[in-house]
C-alpha cells in the first residue's frame, strides 16, 4: 500500500506520475486517486467496487423485466444511477472510476433521442406515432424471445435517468465537493 | 419524394459522423443527394410541364390531421433547379474554398447538405403546415451556417439577428398560415389554389403570410440581417444568402399567389415593399467597400425586385419572376464564387485594395463579366431578357407607370453597382500597386463558370426558358398572354428602358466617387441596425425588470404562494362541495398501524428537528414509511419506484447540506412572519389530509380507464405488468414529454450549478490578480509564467 500512497505533501489532484510507476494494473481497491485518509473508509469502497457490477446487472434486469415483472426503464435507471452513487460516496470526487466515460448531457441527449425515434419508427411503416409491436424469434440456446418495440423507449427512459443522475453527482455531488476543496485551500 | 429529402438529412448525419477522418471526400459526397434531387426533378420535368405533377403524400398524425405533402409543379421545379443546381456546384466549390481540413469545413459540408434538403422539401411542399416546418428548419440551418464555431462575437451576433428577425417573421407567418388554413378548411395549397377563399380573415391572413416572406426575404425594414449574415464563409453567403434560402419568402409569395388571388392588396403591398426594398439596397451598395457587403445590398436589391413580381398575380409578371428567379440565382451564385476566389487568393476583398487583378485572372475575369452583364441586363443574357418582360408588364398609365418607374430606378442602380463591383474587383487603379494573387485552381473556377454559362445559355436558349416560364405564369396567373420570353420583341419602350436604364447606370457609376461624398453628408434619419438595437436592448431591460420583480429569490415565499394558491383554487372548491365521507376505515390491513406511526412521529419529528440533517433524514423516513404503505396495499411497483426516488432525494439532500450551515437559524425578521409561516402550513396540511380523504372515498369503483387498461395490456402490449403498459404504451406520448422535461430540467439545474461555480472562480482569480498586482510589480518572468500556469 505505502507504494500507491502519494508522496508527502504531493497535492491529491492533478499530477498521477506517483501512481503509474509501482501499482498494479488492476486496480480493485484502489483507483489512484484517493480522499484525505481522515475520511476515507476501506471497507466502503470495497464493498462499492465488488457490489458495483452486480447493481449495474440488476439495473438491466430490471429494465428488461418492467414489462412482465416489477422494473422498467424509470427504476432500472435509478437503480444503475445509484450505483454510481455508491461509487462516488466510497471514493469522492478523485475517484475516476466513478464517471463514465460519456458526459452526463450526451447521455440524456442519447435517452431523449431514442425515445423519441422509437415514437417515430412506426411512422414509415405507415403505423402512428408511438405504435408498438412485438416480435417473437426463436434463439438456439434460450429458447423463443419476444422483444416488443416499447422496449426501445424504456431503453430511452434508462439511458435519460442514468444521465440525470449522472449529472445530479456531477454538479452536487463532486461539484460542490470541489468548491469546498478551493475554499479550505484558499483559506490555508 | 419524402426518400429524397430525407436522404439529404440521413447522408448528412453520417457525414457528421465520419468527417473526422475524410474530410477531403466529405463534400464530393456532400454533393451526391443534391444531385440526385436535379436529376429526379429533370426526369419529372415533362410531365410537370403537362401538367400532371408527381405528388407524395403521408399522413404521420391522423387523428390531428396532419400530413406531408409534397407537389413537384412548375414553381417547384424552378425552384429545384436552383436550389440542388446550385447547391451541388457549391458544395462541389466548398472543397476548394476550404482548403485545409479544419473544423469549420467538417461542419459546414453536414450543414449544407441538410440546408439543401430542407430547402429542397421547402420547395415542394403543399401543406402550409409543412412548409412552415421547413421554412424553420432552413432559419436554424441559416443560424448555424452564420454563427459557425460561434467563436467570433461578430458571427454569433449577426446569427442572433438572422435567426430573430427570420424566427419573428416564421411565427408570424404561423398564425397567417392557421388563420388561412382554419377559414378555409383545408391547409393543402393545391386545394386552396384550386378554389381561391376570400373575406376577412383571408385577409388578415394575408398580411401575417407576408410579415414572414418580407423578414425572410430581407425586405425593408427587415433588411439589416442580411447584409450582417455576410460574415459567414463566401460559399456559405453565396448559397444561403443569395441563390436559395433568402428566396424563400419571393418563393412563398409566388406560391400563395393563386391562393390569395381574392386579396386585392396583397400586389400593392409586395409592390410597396418590394420598390423600397430595391431602391434602398441599390443606393447602399453604390456606398460599400467591401465586395461582398455590396453584393449583399445588391441582393437586398434584387429581392426587392422579385418581391415586387411574385406579387403582381398577372401573367407577364409572373413570367417575369420566374426568369428573373432562375437569372438572379444564376448570376449571384456566381458573382459569390468568384468574389469568394478573390478573397481566397489574394487574402482581401476591399475595393479600395484590389487592382489588376483582371490581368492576374483573366478566366475568372471572364467568367464576372458573364454574369455581371446578366446582372446589369445586357443582351444576350437571361437577365436581359427577364428585365425585358418585367418591363413589359408594368406598361400603363398611374399608379402602374409609378411602379415602371420605381423598377426603371432600381434598374439604373443595380447596373451602377454592378459597374462598381467588376470595376472595383478587376481594374487596373491609377497609382495602386497590383495585388498579389495565388493561382486559382481550376476545380475552384469550374462552378462558377458553370453558373456564368448558364446566365448565358438560359438568355440565348430562350424558348426553352420560356417553357418552363410560361407554364408557370399560366398556372400562376390563372390566364395566359401573348407576351413571351425572348431577346427580341421590336423596337418598343421595354427596349428604350433598357437602353437607357444601361446607359444612366454608367453614368451614375462614373460620378459615384462625387456621389458618395454628398451622400456622406445626407442626414440619415431612419436606420435599421440602429433600431434593431434598440428594440433587442429594451426587449433585455425589459426581461430584468420583470424577471426582478416577479423572482423575489426567496423560498419561503415561493413556497407560500404556492401553497396559498393550492388552498384558494381546489380549496375552495372543495369546501363548497363538501360531500359527507363515506365507508371510513381505521385500517385495511393491520400492517399499517405501525407504518402509520412511524410516519406520524417521524412527521412531528422534522416538525421539532433543530439540525438541518437531522430533518433530512426525518423526511426520508416519512417517504420510506409510504413506500411501506404501498407494499402493504399492493403496489410493487410504486413502492420501488418510492424507494428508489426517495434513497436519490436523500442522497441529493445530504450532499447539498454540506453547503448548508448544521443548524437552523431564524433571523429576526424570520421571527416576525413566523405565524403567517405556521398558519399556512397547517392549512396547507389539512386541505391535503382531507382532499385524500374526500378523493379516495368518492371512487368505490375501479374507474373505466383502468378496467379498458387492464383488459388491454395483454393483447394490446404484450405486457403482463400493466403499470409499465401503461408507461410505454398507453401513454407513451406522456412519457416522452415527461422526459424531455426531465431533460430541460437536469440540463437547467446544472448549468445554474456549473455557471456559478465558474463565475465565483473568475471572481476568485481577479481579486487574487489584483492582490497580486497591489503587493509586487511581478517581473515579466514571472509574468509569463502565472499566465502559462
Given at each position: 500500500m505505502t507504494g500507491a500512497e502519494p508522496p508527502e505533501g504531493w497535492p491529491n489532484t492533478g499530477e498521477r506520475t506517483w501512481f503509474r510507476s509501482?501499482?498494479?494494473?488492476?486496480r480493485w481497491l484502489l483507483s489512484g486517486y484517493s480522499r484525505d485518509s481522515r475520511e476515507r473508509t476501506i471497507l466502503l469502497e470495497l464493498i462499492a467496487r465488488v457490489v458495483f457490477p452486480t447493481v449495474l446487472v440488476f439495473s438491466l434486469y430490471l429494465l428488461f423485466a418492467g414489462h412482465y415483472r416489477s422494473g422498467g426503464g424509470f427504476s432500472g435507471g435509478l437503480v444503475a444511477g445509484q450505483a454510481f452513487v455508491l461509487r462516488y460516496l466510497a471514493g469522492g470526487r478523485l475517484d475516476d472510476s466513478s464517471t463514465v466515460s460519456m458526459r452526463p448531457p450526451v447521455l440524456i441527449g442519447t435517452g431523449l433521442t431514442i425515445a423519441v425515434i422509437t415514437g417515430l419508427v412506426p411512422v414509415p411503416f405507415g403505423g402512428v406515432v408511438l405504435e408498438s409491436a412485438s416480435f417473437t424469434f426463436a434463439v438456439p440456446v434460450l429458447g423463443e424471445i419476444k422483444i416488443v418495440s416499447s422496449l426501445f423507449l424504456d431503453v430511452g427512459v434508462y439511458l435519460l435517468i442514468i444521465g440525470v443522475v449522472l449529472d445530479l453527482l456531477r454538479t452536487l455531488g463532486s461539484g460542490i465537493e470541489a468548491d469546498i476543496a478551493e475554499r479550505e485551500g484558499g483559506r490555508r | 419524394m419524402l426518400a429524397l429529402v430525407v436522404s439529404h438529412l440521413l447522408v448528412a448525419l453520417v457525414l457528421s459522423l465520419v468527417s473526422m477522418r475524410h474530410s477531403r471526400a466529405i463534400y464530393p459526397v456532400a454533393a451526391l443527394p443534391p444531385t440526385a434531387a436535379l436529376c429526379w426533378a429533370l426526369a419529372h420535368a415533362d410531365s410537370v410541364l403537362a401538367g400532371s405533377p408527381p405528388v407524395t403524400r403521408m399522413n404521420w398524425s391522423a387523428t390531428l390531421g396532419l400530413e406531408f405533402a409534397f407537389r413537384l409543379d412548375t414553381l417547384a421545379l424552378v425552384m429545384t433547379l436552383l436550389v440542388s443546381g446550385i447547391g451541388v456546384l457549391v458544395l462541389l466549390y466548398c472543397r476548394w474554398y476550404f482548403g485545409t481540413p479544419s473544423g469549420d469545413a467538417k461542419r459546414s459540408a453536414s450543414l449544407l447538405l441538410a440546408f439543401a434538403g430542407v430547402m429542397f422539401g421547402l420547395v415542394l411542399a403543399d401543406d402550409l403546415l409543412t412548409l412552415y416546418v421547413f421554412w424553420e428548419l432552413t432559419t436554424i440551418c441559416s443560424f448555424l451556417l452564420v454563427g459557425q464555431s460561434g467563436v467570433s462575437r461578430e458571427s454569433r451576433r449577426a446569427s442572433l439577428q438572422a435567426l430573430l428577425v427570420t424566427t419573428l417573421g416564421g411565427l408570424v407567418m404561423l398564425l397567417g398560415f392557421i388563420v388561412l388554413g382554419e377559414s378555409s378548411g383545408t391547409y393543402r395549397i393545391s386545394e386552396l389554389a384550386a378554389d381561391p377563399p376570400d373575406g376577412a380573415a383571408v385577409a388578415v391572413a394575408t398580411g401575417l403570410i407576408l410579415v414572414g416572406a418580407f423578414t425572410k426575404s430581407a425586405?425593408?425594414?427587415?433588411?439589416?440581417w442580411l447584409p450582417a449574415a455576410m460574415v459567414a464563409p463566401t460559399p456559405i453567403s453565396a448559397y444561403l444568402h443569395a441563390a436559395s434560402m433568402v428566396k424563400a419568402g419571393v418563393f412563398l409569395v409566388a406560391r400563395l399567389t393563386p391562393v390569395l388571388?381574392?386579396?386585392?392588396?396583397l400586389p400593392v403591398v409586395t409592390a410597396v415593399f418590394g420598390l423600397v426594398t430595391m431602391f434602398l439596397g441599390g443606393w447602399r451598395a453604390l456606398r460599400e467597400h467591401d465586395l461582398k457587403l455590396l453584393l449583399a445590398y445588391g441582393t437586398v436589391s434584387q429581392l426587392g425586385f422579385l418581391m415586387v413580381l411574385a406579387g403582381s398575380g398577372s401573367y407577364t409578371g409572373e413570367l417575369a419572376l420566374a426568369g428573373m428567379l432562375l437569372a438572379h440565382g444564376a448570376f449571384k451564385a456566381t458573382l459569390f464564387l468568384v468574389i469568394g476566389i478573390v478573397d481566397h487568393q489574394t487574402g482581401t476583398r476591399d475595393i479600395r485594395e484590389l487592382s489588376g487583378l483582371g490581368r492576374r485572372m483573366p478566366w475568372v475575369t471572364s467568367v464576372a463579366v458573364l454574369a455581371a452583364m446578366s446582372m446589369a441586363g445586357v443582351p444576350p443574357t437571361i437577365g436581359f431578357v427577364a428585365k425585358e418582360a418585367a418591363f413589359e408588364t408594368y406598361l400603363g398609365t398611374g399608379a402602374v407607370a409609378a411602379v415602371e418607374a420605381g423598377i426603371v430606378a432600381g434598374s439604373v442602380l443595380t447596373v451602377a453597382y454592378t459597374a462598381r463591383l467588376l470595376f472595383g474587383c478587376f481594374a487596373s487603379k491609377r497609382g495602386a500597386v497590383p495585388t498579389e494573387a495565388h493561382p486559382v485552381p481550376a476545380g475552384m473556377l469550374l462552378p462558377p463558370a458553370v453558373t456564368a454559362l448558364a446566365c448565358l445559355v438560359l438568355g440565348v436558349a430562350y424558348p426553352l426558358t420560356d417553357e418552363l416560364a410560361a407554364t408557370y405564369a399560366e398556372r400562376a396567373a390563372g390566364s395566359s398572354g401573348e407576351y413571351h420570353l425572348g431577346l427580341w420583341h421590336g423596337f418598343n419602350q421595354p427596349l428604350v428602358f433598357s437602353a437607357v436604364t444601361l446607359f444612366a447606370g454608367l453614368t451614375l457609376a462614373a460620378h459615384n466617387a462625387r456621389l458618395n461624398l454628398l451622400r456622406s453628408r445626407l442626414p440619415r434619419p431612419l436606420d435599421a441596425q440602429r433600431g434593431y438595437e434598440r428594440i433587442m436592448g429594451s426587449l433585455e431591460r425589459l426581461a430584468v425588470g420583470v424577471t426582478g420583480r416577479v423572482q423575489v429569490g426567496s423560498l419561503p415565499t415561493y413556497l407560500g404562494i404556492i401553497l396559498l394558491a393550492v388552498l384558494v383554487v381546489p380549496g375552495s372548491v372543495l369546501l363548497m362541495r363538501v360531500t359527507p365521507i363515506e365507508q371510513l376505515r381505521w385500517w385495511d390491513n393491520v400492517l399499517q398501524l405501525p407504518l402509520a406511526l412511524v410516519i406520524l412521529v417521524a412527521a412531528a419529528g422534522v416538525v421539532r428537528a433543530t439540525r438541518r440533517i437531522t430533518a433530512v433524514l426525518l423526511v426520508g423516513v416519512i417517504g420510506y414509511g409510504i413506500g411501506g404503505m404501498f407494499i402493504v396495499g399492493g403496489g410493487p411497483d410504486l413502492a420501488l419506484t418510492q424507494f428508489l426516488v426517495e434513497t436519490l432525494t436523500l442522497i441529493a439532500f445530504v450532499l447539498v447540506l454540506r453547503r448548508l450551515p448544521a443548524r437552523f437559524t431564524e433571523t429576526p425578521s424570520a421571527r416576525r412572519v413566523r405565524l403567517p409561516k405556521v398558519l399556512v402550513s397547517l392549512a396547507g396540511g389539512v386541505f391535503v389530509g382531507f382532499a385524500a380523504l374526500i378523493f379516495s372515498s368518492a371512487r368505490d369503483t375501479p374507474s373505466r380507464v383502468s378496467a379498458e387498461y387492464l383488459e388491454h395490456a395483454e393483447e394490446g402490449t404484450?405486457?403482463?405488468?400493466v403499470v409499465n403498459a401503461i408507461i410505454v404504451d398507453f401513454r407513451a406520448f406522456d412519457t416522452v414529454g415527461e422526459l424531455s422535461v426531465l431533460a430541460v430540467t437536469a440540463t437547467g439545474v446544472a448549468s445554474l450549478v456549473l455557471s456559478s461555480r465558474s463565475a465565483r472562480r473568475r471572481k476568485h482569480a481577479r481579486s487574487d490578480w489584483r492582490q497580486l498586482s497591489a503587493t509586487a510589480r511581478p517581473t515579466a518572468g514571472e509574468h509569463g509564467e502565472r499566465g502559462s500556469a
Open positions: 509501482d501499482a498494479p494494473a488492476e | 425586405q425593408v425594414p427587415f433588411h439589416n388571388s381574392e386579396v386585392s392588396y404484450s405486457a403482463t405488468n
